[in-house]
């Protein structure tokens, strides 16, 4: 287990998974990751195992009794193929895994995954999701679930603008930290104030103010989704 990368209850509870199981890797991805975490971001853990020797997520659960530590099991032969089992687009999930993680056990994370060729199809797949959660946190706001309205509203906002720059120049940026200083010369002025906005909320300096949740669905459609029916780039 690689030290000084998870705090010591973290990697107890990996521990116990190495202890009962056969990993062929596991890994630290997402914010924690990348260094570009908030008071409030959990870790995530990917765990990858060979198809029969998988366990499975009550299993994982029982044995990982705390809320901010995720854990998700892959499965090694079909992250080969450049495969995935998730509700998430595939393409920038796989290479957000492969590129953006920090390997703790096993085999290292890029050696396994298999990141098949950008596609446009991918960049539709990316928007419809981005929509899909920016609409969420609308339906969220009407059942008053403020936690789900800034989740789908940061992160809908925040990987649109991931979606963007790809459009326009091909280049993959997956931290936070970039993505508004990347993304500044692609928005328009319509839409600075939202994305400025976006940034705050997710530093967890203000709250989500309910008629900029449309304001994110417009830039989604008006900014966002033109450029990727007019961009040429393939990776």
């Known amino acids: ?38 008071s409030y971001s959990d870790y995530e853990i990917g765990i990858v195992y060979k198809a029969t020797d998988k366990l499975s997520r009550q299993e994982i659960k029982e044995l990982n009794k705390f809320d901010n530590v995720k854990i998700y099991p892959f499965v090694y032969e079909e992250l080969i193929k450049g495969e995935i089992d998730t509700p998430f687009p595939k393409y920038f999930y796989l290479r957000t895994i492969s590129e953006n993680s920090k390997d703790l056990f096993g085999e290292k994370i890029g050696n396994i995954v298999y990141l098949p060729k950008l596609s446009k199809q991918d960049l539709f797949e990316s928007i419809g999701f981005c929509l899909g959660r920016a609409y969420s946190a609308v339906v969220s706001s009407r059942q008053n679930d403020m936690e789900a309205v800034r989740d789908g509203f940061t992160k809908s906002g ?19 930290k970039e993505l508004a ?10 839409f600075k104030e939202l994305i400025e906005h976006i940034i705050e909320v997710r530093k967890g300096s203000t709250v989500v103010q309910l008629p900029l949740l449309y304001k994110n669905i417009s830039f989604l459609n008006k900014i966002v989704l033109q450029a990727i029916k007019s961009s040429d780039v393939i990776i």
């Open 1 to 38: 287990m690689n030290e000084g990368i998870v705090p010591d209850y973290v990697k107890e509870v990996l521990e116990k998974i190495i202890n009962k199981s056969k990993p062929v890797s596991i890994f630290l991805y997402g914010s924690m990751s990348r260094g570009d975490f908030e």
């Open 158 to 176: 925040l990987y649109g603008l991931q979606l963007l720059i790809m459009a326009n120049s091909g280049e993959f940026v997956s931290s936070y």
């Open 181 to 190: 200083k990347k993304s500044e010369k692609l928005v328009t002025d319509e």
